[in-house]
């Protein structure tokens, strides 16, 4: 099992750029595949980016490609997101999640953060 903590949310003015962090707890991080997502007001749950466990394969959403970029560091147990040019559009609670299952395989990710509000004022 693994618990997953995001953090690095808040408000930026559009064209701005935030870095996201979630940390896993456990020694078994590396086995898992990670990603992020994110749900807007109103809105469903959409992917935004997922990572697999050596870091040396992602997959992003059209909406963020170009924009957005994923990696880890499998020795500190944390997953990133860095997002640059950022719109009010991107504005949304993000959540990272994890699963032992590829990124390829479009499965259920099993386990969960919190999740960190990110705000992008026009």
């Known amino acids: 099992q693994v618990q997953l903590v995001e953090s690095g949310g808040g408000l930026v003015q559009a064209g701005g750029s935030l870095r996201l962090s979630c940390a896993a707890s456990?020694?078994?991080?590396?086995?898992?595949?990670m990603g992020w997502f994110r749900q807007a007001p109103g809105k469903e749950r959409e992917f935004v980016a997922a990572?697999?466990?050596?870091?040396?394969?992602?997959l992003y959403a059209d909406s963020v490609k170009g924009r957005f970029t994923i990696s880890r560091d499998n020795a500190k147990n944390t997953v990133y997101l860095e997002m640059n040019s950022l719109k009010p559009e991107d504005t949304a609670i993000y959540y990272c999640?994890?699963?032992?299952?590829?990124?390829?395989?479009?499965?259920?990710?099993?386990?969960w953060g919190q999740g960190t509000q990110v705000t992008v004022s026009s």
């Open positions: 990572i697999t466990r050596s870091g040396g394969g992602t």
């Open positions: 999640a994890a699963k032992l299952e590829s990124i390829y395989n479009p499965s259920e990710y099993d386990y």
């Open positions: 456990g020694r078994t991080f590396s086995s898992y595949y």
